[in-house]
Nanobody, 130 residues
Framework: DVQLVESGGGSVQAGGSLNLTCEAA????????MAWFRQAPGKEREGVAC????????YYADSVKGRFTLSQVNDKNEVFLQMDNLKPEDSAMYYC????????????????????????WGQGTQVTVS
């Protein structure tokens, strides 16, 4: 079975940096897109960023543009999310997700229904900014 293995996260003060890694283990498909979502207590799950691994095209939610960078790790089914200038409103459980089709530039990352497009999910990792 496909498994998304997340690592990273933790606690940091506002203005600091954290990073997250997600590996798609036992991925049997020819192509895929990987993304990060987040969900704060009492809020809907929202998209953060998405990358298509057969071209490297990356898209970001407006709320993280210029602060977060999503990249692929060495042509693997693995992605790295660098989060800089973190704000308290970035605090949430962060989830890695994957789908077979590529990301779309038309994604509304604030729309909670976006998560339905992603078939595979990780367990989540906590990010806390104080």
């Amino acid at each position: 079975d496909v498994q998304l293995v997340e690592s990273g996260g933790g606690s940091v003060q506002a203005g600091g940096s954290l990073n997250l890694t997600c590996e798609a283990a036992r991925w049997p498909y020819a192509s895929n897109a990987m993304a990060w979502f987040r969900q704060a207590p009492g809020k809907e799950r929202e998209g953060v960023a998405c990358i298509y691994l057969r071209g490297g095209t990356t898209y970001y939610a407006d709320s993280v543009k210029g602060r977060f960078t999503l990249s692929q790790v060495n042509d693997k089914n693995e992605v790295f999310l660098q989060m800089d200038n973190l704000k308290p409103e970035d605090s949430a459980m962060y989830y890695c997700a994957a789908r077979l089709a590529r990301c779309s530039p038309s994604y509304d990352y604030t729309d909670s229904s976006l998560q339905r497009l992603f078939r595979f999910w990780g367990q989540g990792t906590q990010v806390t900014v104080s």
